[in-house]
């Protein structure tokens, strides 16, 4: 069978709604004024050029006269889904089904074989909840969810295809998953967790393969008949091994888009999206919370700065709305998107381009595990969403904060991942933040990236543990960091003190930088900072050394504490925490504290200047782009080499309210290899502004106040 072509070519649309519709037909007034043609006619008001349909929902019912399953009381066997496709490209508006995959209450009920069963009560997913989830390796439901597809895909001339709840709620332990890894390898489940066991680590590669298998059997379900881009809810990319996000399900995507992305995360997401997206990328914001535009209409000035995040990094915008249960939308949130669209509509044709990138910062989703899990029974393993966004694991900390300290520097990061092990050499400085797994693979490209002349910075457990579930006595890149493990810290806060002129300079006035959790007399002690202690080679040149607070005792009669509110420095020691190594032809800098990451409740401020400054002094050349600014100024490059031109883009990201205008902007950028610059100019308007070149051709200019965005445009010959 030929697949159609879509109507309309999704990719290019930037201003997008979806009207969020998870409501049951218990009611028989529920959904019965759902009006297609009343809901399109305010989309188009609001200047949307592209609306997400709901095809069915979590409750599983269907929008559409399904013959697979059961559709939604409250429509009265009206065709919804078809009116609305229909309305939308009449106004030449791109229509993009929703489909929600695991989440389906219907299936849930009436297929008991189907259900997932968790291995740990769960009060967000278990009996308690009112979803109703499927388990992902049952071939039963597996058919299912692809005839409903297939059905949706042949009828409706969609643009493209989402699919939504796709991830593992806990760790199951169904007959379906009992059965199938069993066939696959002859073993039974595990029992305990253990990321030092092949066994456990086997289950764990296997939960990610099912959900990609059942992604790629839902896209060729949609590809059989319609040419269009499918993809689904990356927005939990940045999430435990728990929920079995994977690079490979990543990868599968025609773009990235997610609506879970944590205001911690939101940059990093961005960064990894615009890199790893072949496309583009997008960001959906709820701006009323999925109730509706009725119960909260968010400001102006915020729902434009979030929409200028995606503007700013490159990416698509996304408008989450909820309808209300009787099927009406309300009004006026419509006026407010008009406003909203109408502030980024002069930006959206100027994308694409190449991320320039002086500074790769290397994110593994095989990476986001817990070794203090380890021996935990499954029967433990309880999953909160909402405890991940506060305190995501230790990988995620480390990826997540060192992208924040180098956005607050002003320097040229992206997040990058395995599949940029070939072209590492693109990139100055490569940052590995406490990679808790890695594979040989991985081993070998960041040592032969060092060999050759790269700049590394690496911190924690990077290289100790294989994927495989091996732990290594030693780093596997032990030779190349100069350095060797010995144990974790034991102390829940360390002090480092800086043991060269330049590192004392980067934390002056201070004589100490601390990691951990220095107030310890009425708080519980964090977990998601790590902190080992190394032995050096001779070579190394140590940065900082250990110095050791009093004691960690708590109790009235006990002795070992020296300050009841805190757990102040004490004894001075010289081991070396952080130490710089030549090999090869390159440099490298590994730190024993995870300086980078941002803990919950913990003032990591210092430490993450301290980490940020370390990689300013890897740079071998000049940064691409600096920017004097405020730390709230997030800067983002493209190169545009078939315009001859950098694209620098601006935002005033300062979060609650109307943002103030950050003054004084100082911009230094560098051309491409043998280039020089000849105009600096405002975008859309092309308003010139003056610059100067030294002698390097490094552009440097003084920018108007920056309200909320600005696009620059710097073009060379």
């Not at 009787?326 to 509509?345: C, E, H």
């Not at 491409?672 to 051709?697: H, M, N, Q, V, Y």
């Amino acid at each position: 069978m030929n697949a159609a072509m879509p109507v309309i070519n999704y990719l290019r649309r930037q201003r997008h709604i979806l009207l969020d519709m998870h409501i049951p037909d218990f009611d028989a007034g529920f959904l019965r004024n759902f009006d297609p043609a009343a809901n399109v006619e305010l989309c188009a008001r609001a200047g949307a050029d592209s609306v997400m349909v709901y095809c069915n929902s979590m409750t599983g019912l269907a929008n559409w006269p399904t013959k697979v399953g059961q559709m939604h009381s409250g429509l009265a066997g009206r065709d919804v889904v078809g009116e609305t496709v229909q309305a939308l490209h009449a106004r030449g508006i791109a229509a993009c089904a929703y489909y929600s995959v695991n989440f389906n209450n219907w299936a849930f009920e009436n297929n008991p074989s189907w259900r997932i069963q968790l291995a740990a009560p769960s009060f967000q997913f278990g009996d308690y909840s009112r979803a109703g989830i499927c388990c992902p390796a049952s071939g039963g439901f597996r058919d299912f969810a692809r005839a409903q597809v297939e059905e949706i895909a042949q009828a409706y001339e969609f643009d493209a295809f989402f699919f939504d709840m796709m991830f593992w709620p806990g760790v199951c332990v169904c007959g379906n998953c009992r059965d199938r890894f069993r066939a696959e390898t002859g073993q039974e489940l595990p029992e305990t967790v253990d990321w030092y066991s092949p066994d456990w680590c086997r289950f764990q590669a296997a939960r990610e393969r099912w959900l990609t298998e059942q992604f790629a059997n839902l896209v060729d379900g949609v590809k059989t008949h319609r040419a269009i881009p499918v993809f689904n809810n990356s927005g939990l990319i940045y999430s435990s091994w728990c929920s079995g996000t994977s690079l490979q399900l990543a990868q599968s995507n025609d773009l990235l888009g997610g609506d879970a992305v944590p205001g911690g995360g939101l940059y990093a997401f961005g960064q990894l999206a615009s890199r790893l997206s072949p496309t583009s990328w997008q960001y959906m914001h709820a701006g009323a919370g999925y109730v509706s535009g009725a119960v909260k209409v968010p400001s102006l000035a915020e729902q434009q700065e979030h929409t200028m995040v995606a503007t700013v990094l490159g990416g698509q915008f996304m408008a989450i709305d909820g309808v209300l249960p009787d099927g009406k939308i309300y009004p006026p949130t419509y006026d407010r998107l008009a406003q909203v669209f109408a502030s980024m509509k002069p930006y959206e044709d100027l994308v694409g381009g190449r991320p320039v990138a002086d500074i790769g910062v290397y994110y593994s989703p095989a990476a986001n595990v817990d070794f203090k899990e380890n021996g935990t029974p499954i029967s433990q393993i309880q999953r909160d969403l909402a405890a991940e966004i506060s305190r995501p694991s230790d990988h995620i900390a480390a990826v997540w904060g060192a992208c924040a300290a180098l956005q607050r520097a002003h320097l040229p990061t992206g997040v990058i991942t395995r599949a940029d092990l070939d072209v590492l050499d693109e990139f100055a400085v490569i940052v590995l933040p406490n990679v808790l797994r890695m594979d040989k693979e991985e081993v070998a490209a960041f040592r032969r990236f060092v060999e050759r002349g790269g700049r590394l910075y690496a911190s924690g457990y990077t290289s100790l543990v294989d994927v495989a579930g091996v732990r290594h006595d030693d780093f596997a890149l032990a030779d190349v960091f100069g350095c060797h493990f010995e144990a974790p810290q034991p102390a829940v806060v360390s002090y480092l003190r800086p043991d060269r002129a330049d590192i004392r300079a980067a934390v002056a006035p201070a004589a100490l930088v601390p990691h951990g959790s220095v107030t310890t007399g009425f708080t519980p002690w964090p977990s998601s900072l790590t902190a080992l202690l190394v032995n050096t080679d001779s070579e190394a040149v140590p940065l900082a050394r250990l110095t050791e607070p009093y004691g960690l005792g708590r109790g009235v009669r006990t002795e070992g504490w020296a300050s009841i509110f805190t757990a102040p420095p004490w004894r001075d020691t010289d081991r070396a925490m952080i130490v710089e190594h030549a090999y090869g032809a390159g440099r490298v800098v590994y730190s024993a504290c995870d300086i980078e990451a941002t803990a919950p409740n913990v003032d990591t401020a210092a430490a993450q200047s301290l980490f940020a400054e370390i990689v300013r002094g890897l740079l071998d050349r000049p940064a691409t782009f600096e920017a004097d600014a405020h730390p709230n100024v997030w800067v983002a490059a493209f190169h545009e080499p078939e315009q001859r031109r950098l694209r620098v883009n601006l935002l005033n990201h300062q979060s609650g309210g109307a943002p103030l205008p950050v003054p004084g902007i100082t911009l230094r950028l560098a051309p491409p290899e043998g280039k020089t610059f000849t105009g600096l100019r405002r975008l859309p308007g092309r308003e010139p502004i003056e610059f100067t070149s030294g002698a390097d051709g490094r552009l440097v200019a003084e920018l108007p106040p920056l309200a909320l965005f600005e696009m620059l445009s710097a073009e060379y010959t």
